[in-house]
């Protein structure tokens, strides 16, 4: 057996974020956050919104559609006008169905059948009753916005592939879906991004709210730019952060962006998001097998994308003596045979390791918003965070505030991260009864 000690040395020191480094990709965020704002080339695509922060006295019952990749959700919310929000009803469908026979998700499905799908199940969450619903669209794709109703998506990400989507309004899309299914009582108010949803959730209770963020499936943050340029008011600014590119690859990185949908595209997320954590992690332990680094059959692990989140969120759970949990995961599902518990103890480093490489980026990245909207640091701030790691994987909820510590020191006592559940939802609820009270207003 080679020296597994040194080879995984140079595996955490490939993957450290050290403080120094998170003050350079801070500094390197802060920058490009300028350039996508005025324009110049940048990786950050900086999208307004064009919707400002929530006043908590919004009071309507609205539907709400969070679309995320996975599945749809579709919710009736009732905003109490206190800065309360109460979900009346949430139904929850997967957009793929091997069972049912349907994946909305690939290539072969086109735009119109995923959006009657949509619409359908607004109908069941909806039925009509002489009653005119606002809804608000949450869309977590990178969508150029042209008002607060219409978002043409750029590009898929976290690799979906539904043919005839892009380059079109999915406002539009679905306004034309609920029509063709008789659901036009129900009238789209507000496309947002999920991240915007979000801040809006947890504003709409507390004001010190200014950044927000997804660490889920994908990754992508926004934050509120107070003065924004073209129309000298607060807007939020949905940066698509998960694109960053300025962040050194690791050849398992590498090799993982070059065998994905898009090579080049969404760098950071890569290295950040749910969907990739348990793929960087499998490329890892496929090559300390093949190399003779660890015992096991390499052709197990053959299998692009075969470790998900979940094992890898059980994997950093398990503190039994024998690591029975990860014996029992790695011998299963993970085809790797019986390990040693040296090995064993291994495969945690190993998930911890890209784990806290991810909350580190992340951090840094929010280091970097906070270094332009307030660099001394002089008042508090919420940053909003929905998304499944950041929920349910353990430990990376402390890696983020670790980070934060370390990158301000005492001053990040100004700052208090948050989980803000169901927060896209809840989001897309408020921006449609922002959007209806001013329509409602302005009729008045
Ligand atoms: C999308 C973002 C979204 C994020 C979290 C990314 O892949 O590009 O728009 O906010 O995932 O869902």
Redesign the pocket.
Known sequence: MRDLSKMLAGIEENFAIPTSLMKTIATQFKEAMADGLTGNPSSLKMLPSFIGPPTGREQKRVVAVDF?GTNVRVLLVELTGLGQTRIIKKHCFPLKDKQAHYDYTAASSSGLQLFDFIAEKIAEVAPRKDKVYPLGHTF???CRQYGVNEAELISW??EIKTAGVEGRDVGQLLAEALKRKGVDYVTSQAVI???TGTLLASAYHDNTTDIAA?C?????SCYIESRYSLTGKPMIINM?S?NFNKVNQTKYDLCLDQASEKPGA?RL?KMASGQYLGEIVRLIIRSLVQEGYMNGDARALSYPYSLPTEDLSAVLADTTPGLEVIAEITAGRWGLGNLTIDELRVLRMVARVVAVRSARLVASTWAGVLGRIDPELSRRHSIAVDGSLYEKMPGYAGFLTQGMIDFFGTKAEQITIKLSKDGSGIGAAIAAAIVYNEIIERII
């Open positions: 995320g977590s794709f990178p990400t976290k991004n999920d991240t997804i889920g499936t994908g990754h992508n698509e998960g969404q997320e």
